[in-house]
């Protein structure tokens, strides 16, 4: 299957790795590259992963070389997951208010809400790349 994000190849004698902003198709769907994003992939293909640890960035994507340095998320996707966790918190913590122990209530809605926002994290994150990249 083509590849319908690339672009004809960057001048071969600049470095690839020069800035993340060169091989970035002006014609990706934004929604795409949030979703490919989303999933830890790269936001160009689709292919390589997106991170090498949790939160850690590639330089590169292994599959297609689309360097990732230079997209920075800073404090974004922290900010977007403590708003969704948050939101579910809310109406556990009105479901909890009725259990007959506190304590338990609070226990179990602090895992839900850790459990969760460490779940959202990494895919926020790669969203918010996804979309760094799309718009830089
Ligand atoms: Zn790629």
């Known amino acids: ?11 071969p004698a600049q470095s690839p790795h020069d800035s993340a902003v060169e091989r970035v198709p002006a014609e990706a769907p934004m929604g795409q590259t949030l979703m490919r994003g989303w999933r830890g992939r790269c936001p160009r293909c689709g292919q390589g992963g997106l991170f090498r640890a949790y939160l850690k960035v590639r330089e590169e994507c292994p599959a297609c070389g689309q360097s990732f340095r230079g997209l920075r998320a800073d404090d974004g996707p922290a900010y977007v997951t403590i708003l969704i966790a948050g939101h579910l918190a809310i109406p556990l913590m009105y479901w909890g208010a009725e259990w007959e122990n506190m304590w338990v209530s609070v226990a179990a809605i ?3 809400v ?20 799309r718009s830089a």
């Open 1 to 11: 299957m083509p590849d319908e994000t690339a672009r004809p190849e960057a001048d």
């Open 110 to 112: 602090s895992a839900v």
């Open 114 to 133: 850790l459990v969760g926002s460490l779940a959202l994290l990494p895919r926020v994150k790669g969203a918010f790349l996804g979309v760094l990249w």
